[in-house]
């Protein structure tokens, strides 16, 4: 069955590399592409990353990586193939339900992330009217928001290679249609507090404030004000998170986790295509 879905976004990827959306030198790579094989491709990929003196957070994207390579080696032990293909699932999504393609979520979070980047570098050292920091502001939480949706959608590839490890039967769905609430006790219980660095970074305050419009920012006090139901109780409490706890602590650890499972993915195509160029790339990351 042909995954639209997935080819549109792989479609959409395509026409903002072109339009220099992504950066330069990905356009540039890109353009490339058809004269170097996939491993050589990967690795000039990785590089940029690696070479960029700009990046903020590059030691918590490896220690990430590091992390997810300990749980595909878990599922990989005992599952071998099926480590893989629920990995490929991801972008494909799972036998019998296209629609389950994590690419498009991709797509969509990672060109919001850049958008707000844009915002940052635009707005920087400019003295900004009430407006333009709302808008600042509300780029932050939707894009907040829309990373720990894309999170939720591969905590259900975590939770599998769980199941892989422990050799319990694997029924994507059954994860897949769980809520983050639900989806976050399983993770936990599973990994034994091994892994849960993976889902610290959600706040699941913020992304259920965005999604009822129960989250305001203040732009006298310079903070983000946030509705909270009490659980077990008929009451709302507000919850105080300053600009800079949001911008430089809170927002930063989402894009840090897709970082980290994208790149190992990545990573994971190379050691089995082409070990000696994955075994160079790895040097380079651990020594970050």
Sequence with gaps: ?????????????????????????????????????IAQYLVESLEIWINDKNQYGKQAVKKII?????????????????????????????SGNPETEGTSSYTEFIRSNIETRNLIRQYSGKKLTISERKKFADSF?????????????????WILLFKIKNNEDILPMDIYTKFLGEKSKLFKKYSKGKFVILIDSIDRNIRNAEAHID???????????????EFGKKSINIKNISAKEMILEIFPKVGWIVQGFIFSCTLMVLMGTAPDKYTEIMD???NI
Excluded: C, H, P
């Design 141 to 157: 939480i939707q894009t907040y928001s829309k990373g720990v949706e894309l999170i939720n959608k591969m905590m259900t590839t």
């Design 215 to 229: 989250i305001r920012y203040d732009t006298n006090k310079d903070i983000f004000q946030i509705k909270v139901k």
């Design 1 to 37: 069955m042909e995954n639209k879905e997935y080819w549109n976004a792989i479609n959409d990827i395509a026409q903002l590399t072109d339009e220099g959306f992504f950066g330069e030198e990905i356009n540039k790579l890109v353009k490339r592409k058809t004269s170097m094989d």
């Design 284 to 286: 380079k990351i651990n």
């Design 66 to 94: 590091l992390i997810f390579f300990e749980l595909y080696s878990d599922a990989i032990n005992v599952g071998g193939q099926k480590t893989f293909d629920i990995l490929t699932a991801f972008f494909k999504g799972y």
